[in-house]
């Protein structure tokens, strides 16, 4: 068979503001990014996956000078922490981008050059309301509708009269519906859709995208006291790390055909962002659109939505202190398993988190795995039998595992991490029913049944094996250890390793524990 090129999927997380400190928000959004990578990997495919920090604008000034600081070595000193997060996670991005970038900062400059040149940038003067914690503008009418407060902090909007440039969004109206109307899955799920339908529906005004008000940020071209707009500047990332607006650059000469995006992953609260203004300045520059902006919904905090005055994030401390009782991967099949990627808000809280390890881990990969070991060590001394292909029980392993398999790998497709995690789930729990039913601890007393013996245990194995394969991307490290215990080489295809019949008779499998039994720590009376 020729041999097919590799598929090129570039994912992205969105780019964090240094301003704040790391929580789960951050955490998930990156987590959930990396499983899918490591799968697109795992399948073969020509992964780019990007995250990084968001490092300019006025809240970031301010910050500084509170601090007694330069801006820069704020986000020097933050940026850190955000990278740290990566290892304390097992994130496997390809590339750290920063705003605060050479490179990135002087592609921002000739996208915006050229967007001048082309008149989708020009001079005007802007009047409507400036919401100074989000650094975001409104119009007069959703000014109005929030009765000129700020709907996310609740301080008072600032009426801003300014010269600024502006990036011709009205003009855009059109094209922006028909994307929408030629690709139903650009905006997903379909409510935040929807959403943004009916915002278009309310027409569209030109953005202002440069301010002089402060000086924390890319200057305009050719017009320096015009800082570029932290957004502008921001939704560039995505391109400016591919080398984008340097077409004779290394960079771009590595990484082009990664564009356009497979998936931008983002939070609700940034959609618009997202979903209008970036596929316009992409038109404005005669650049592919992304396949798709997925927007998941948020993590909230023992029933209430994190905030600043509630003192309720979870932290990082509090997903340290997760990691160190439940293991890294128990936090990354929880947040997968668990989160919001649906239309609403997902709860983080012990008593779930305790539950779900101990049900999907312990009990199920966990227990099976360690059962089915444990026969093999005690039957046939840790080395794997043969199946004669005799008959035992009903299930028919090959096409079972063969459709659990490509149910996983479609799932992961569209981007159903618990739809995907489900799937493999379902072949570990059918090996459970298989033991359940076939019972070898009694066919093991019987001399008569070793023919049927071996072939349950072998199957067993195997689809245990396959199982594994498919959790790989979401619990990387303890299916590593089971792979090493069970003598199963790397995956180098998914596709192929999902394929029945690959554990050889006759190699070693050492008895596994996997995930420990935790005992919930009782909450305070
Ligand atoms: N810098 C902008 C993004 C620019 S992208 C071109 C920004 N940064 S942020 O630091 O505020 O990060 C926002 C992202 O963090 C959200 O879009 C989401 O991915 C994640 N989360 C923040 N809080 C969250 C929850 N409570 N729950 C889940 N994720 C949320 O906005």
Known sequence: MPQMAADPRYITTPIYYVNGRPHIGHV????????????????????????????????????????????????????????????MFGLSNDHFIRTTDAGHKRQVQAFVQRLM??????????????????????????????????????????????????????AYQDRLEQLFADNPGFVRPDAR????????????????????????????????????????????????????????????????????????IIGKEILWFHAVIWPALLMALDAPQPACVYAHSFWISDGQKMSKSLGNFIDLDRLQSCIDTYGRDALRWYLTTNGPLGATDADFNDAQFHETYTTDLVNTVGNCTSRVSAMIAKYFDGVLPADSG????????????????????????????????????????????????????????????????????????EALRIASSLLEAVMPDTMAQLHESWNISAAVDLRAACSWGQLQPGQGIVKVALFPRVQLASSEA
């Open 193 to 264: 859709r929807n959403e943004i339908l009916g915002r278009l529906r309310e027409g569209l005004q030109d953005v202002p995208i440069s301010r002089t008000n402060f000086t924390w940020g890319i200057p305009v071209p050719g017009h320096e006291e015009h800082v570029i707009y932290v957004w502008i500047d921001a939704l560039f990332n995505y391109t400016t790390a591919l080398g984008m607006a340097e077409p004779d650059s290394d960079v771009w000469a590595q990484r082009q055909q990664y564009w356009p995006a497979a998936y931008h």
């Open 117 to 170: 040149d082309s008149g989708d940038v020009y001079l005007g003067t802007f009047e409507g309301w400036y919401d100074p914690g989000q650094e975001e503008y409104y119009t007069e009418t959703k000014a109005r509708e929030t009765e000129y407060m700020s709907p996310i902090s609740g301080r008072p909007l600032q009426k801003a009269t300014e010269e600024n440039y502006y990036f011709k969004l009205s």
């Open 28 to 87: 998930y959004t990156t987590t959930i990014c990396d499983v899918w990578a490591r799968f697109q990997r795992l399948l073969g495919n020509d992964v780019f996956f990007l995250t990084g920090t968001d490092e300019h604008g006025q809240k970031v000034e301010q910050s500084a000078t509170e601090r007694n600081m330069v801006p820069q070595a704020l986000a020097d000193e933050n940026t850190a922490e955000f990278r740290r997060v990566m290892g």
């Open 390 to 461: 005799i008959a035992v029980g009903d299930v028919n392993w090959p096409e079972l595992c063969e459709n659990q398999a490509a149910a996983s790998i479609d799932a992961m497709d569209r981007f159903d991490l618990a739809g995907s995690c489900a799937a493999a789930m379902s072949i570990v729990r059918s090996v459970d029913a298989f033991i359940h039913d076939t019972e070898p601890f009694k066919l093991a007393k019987d001399p008569e049944a070793a023919e049927a013996l071996s072939a349950i245990l072998y199957r067993c194995a």
